[in-house]
């Protein structure tokens, strides 16, 4: 499985970016994929996830603001950010996991940086 993740730029506060995360490989329909992110200086942290059935789970920070969906056919998850702030300046990343299973695969990141 090999991840690609796309969308990154540069957005002014309040505005909004959308994110994807392509999956190549078989058995996506099975998989969670999370996001995550990294600003400089600091740890990963997860941002949100969807399940194979659609679940999603955010992190508070970020609750109301972002959304993830997933297109099954596309093997792609998107992330839809709203109302972005400096503070959401960081690499986002996704992860592709299954339930029970060890493996993972993590996409190349991709930057999003907000400014005025």
């Known amino acids: 499985v090999q991840l690609q993740a796309s969308g990154g730029g540069s957005v002014q506060p309040g505005g909004s970016l959308r994110l994807s995360c392509a999956a190549s490989?078989?058995?996506?329909?099975?998989?969670?994929v999370g996001w995550y992110r990294q600003s400089a200086g600091a740890q990963r942290e997860f941002i949100g996830r969807?399940?194979?059935?659609?679940?999603?789970l955010y992190a508070d920070s970020v609750k109301d603001r972002f959304t993830i969906s997933r297109e099954q056919v596309k093997k792609t998850v998107y992330l839809q950010m709203n109302r972005l702030k400096p503070d959401d300046t960081a690499v986002y990343y996704c992860?592709?996991?299954?339930?029970?299973?060890?493996?993972?695969?993590w996409g190349q990141g991709t930057l999003v940086t907000v400014s005025s």
């Open positions: 992860r592709l996991y299954y339930y029970g299973r060890s493996e993972e695969y």
């Open positions: 969807i399940t194979a059935g659609g679940s999603t």
């Open positions: 490989g078989s058995a996506f329909s099975l998989a969670i």
